[in-house]
């Protein structure tokens, strides 16, 4: 009875891996597969997560998971997709995203014969960025604004392009970074010191070793497929709108990067939300709209193309999250984490095996859950007490714990970053799984291997 619940989770994960394999609707199978879940938890007097409000009824509290998850995610992280999603199709609209590549191409015209080099640099170049824009799917998708046609202007494929995009997210680091403040403060080590002493020395090999791998891996899938040489001909063409407008889809992160929380620790007092600089790039693309047009009705029709692209990411990727989020308390509420830590706590293993272990669950843990931070915050809080009992220092288990919980994310079909550029990209989510999961389990080899031993 005591793993019944770990048991049942597991039957469920590979029901829920079949159904989507099969190509089922992914809403249907997650949002009823969480629902079944939870009402077995609350039959076999599991715990189940917490409601702020309940109804009364325990029927009822069901459905108001649904309710709950619908109003933090809208509230968060789904007005910010939302946002993204909208500007994009915007700024498409208006010529802005041609106009990038029109500019970009003239220096990148060198990687022409060398594309699959061009979008390993994405890589490190991303990770950097990700340092200062800490979200995942927020980042993903400005990349996708900015570098993704250029990257498949260059000559790679819409899945090669994504895929480096989505790697750029793989380590969660720097003061603005949640796990990485958690961490910090679980290991007692100032953050500023926690990012410069012991993430940046195990990111950077890495970092090499998924570049080296995207570049083989993306190279071999692409011989398979028909890469679509009628929409890069396309982008191809001279832009029919100002150079200026090149500026349009690099602004987000320009004002996110400037104002950023890691400025803020040093100088600028201001700081910007991804959402907030969405919409203050979109009111810019306006004013660039209106002094071309200079026809105010034109201007303001265009603005539906804007709420339009909010209302397609809505009912097919914000969505999609809540259900992840219903599938991720089922899983949760069947004890599933509790299971996974018992395991590591009796396996008898010694500091380095419980490092091992642990790590791998996690990484797991955050493919299941479709998110680093839940999978790091079940998980983290409880490795200063297994560390004392080995008498050996938290970051020794924390660090390689908190990349793990980042890079399951990016290999994780129901994660918001990979459904958000999955939609945006028009690919499926499983096959920019297929691109991501051998470079990052190659990185995951290397990290165990170069902390541990």
Known sequence: MKYLGV????????????LLL??????????????????ISYFLNYKLPVLKDETGFIGFDFFRYIKESFSKTNAGVGLMIMAIGGFVAYIDKIGASKALVHVAMKPLKLFKKKPYIAASMVIPIGQILFVSIPSAAGLSLLLMASLFPILVNLGVSRLSAVSVITATTAFGMGPASAITVSASALCEIPIIDYLVDYQIPLVWPLSIS??????????????????EKGVETE????????????????????????????????????????????F???????????????????VFDTLKIFWSG?????????????????????????????????????????????????????????????????SFF????????????????????????????????????????????????????ISIVKRNIIPLGVALIIMLTYHFI
Not at 22 to 39: E, F, R, Y
């Open 7 to 18: 048991i049942i989770a597991l039957v469920f994960i590979v029901i829920v891996a079949r």
């Open 22 to 39: 099969k190509k089922q609707n992914p809403h249907a199978v997650l949002l009823v597969s969480g629902l079944l879940m939870l009402c």
């Open 210 to 227: 998924m570049m080296v791998t995207y570049y083989f891996v993306n190279k071999h899938f692409d011989k398979k497929i028909e890469i």
């Open 235 to 278: 982008r191809d063409k001279k832009s029919d709108v100002p150079v200026i407008y090149a500026l349009i889809p690099i602004l987000p992160i320009i004002l996110l990067i400037v104002f950023s929380k890691l400025f803020n620790l040093f100088s600028s007092p201001i700081t910007l939300d991804t959402t907030t600089a969405m």
């Open 280 to 298: 203050i790039s979109l009111f810019i693309a306006l004013i660039f709209e209106a002094i071309r047009r200079r026809n105010i009705k034109e």
């Open 310 to 374: 909010m209302g397609n990411i809505f009912k097919t990727v914000v969505t999609l999250i809540i259900t992840a989020d219903i599938f991720a308390k089922g899983l949760i509420s069947l004890g599933l984490i509790e299971g996974l830590l018992v395991f590591a706590q009796n396996a008898g293993f010694g500091a380095i095996g419980i490092g091992v272990v642990m790590s791998v669950m996690i990484f797991l843990a955050s493919m299941l859950m479709g998110s680093g931070n839940a």
């Open 378 to 429: 079940a998980f983290g809080p409880l490795v200063p007490k297994i560390s004392k009992a080995l008498g050996i220092e938290s970051s020794s288990i924390i660090l390689p714990m908190q990349f793990s919980a980042s890079m399951g994310r990016t290999v994780s079909p129901v994660a918001g970053v990979i459904i958000a550029t999955a939609e945006i990209a028009q690919v499926s989510a």
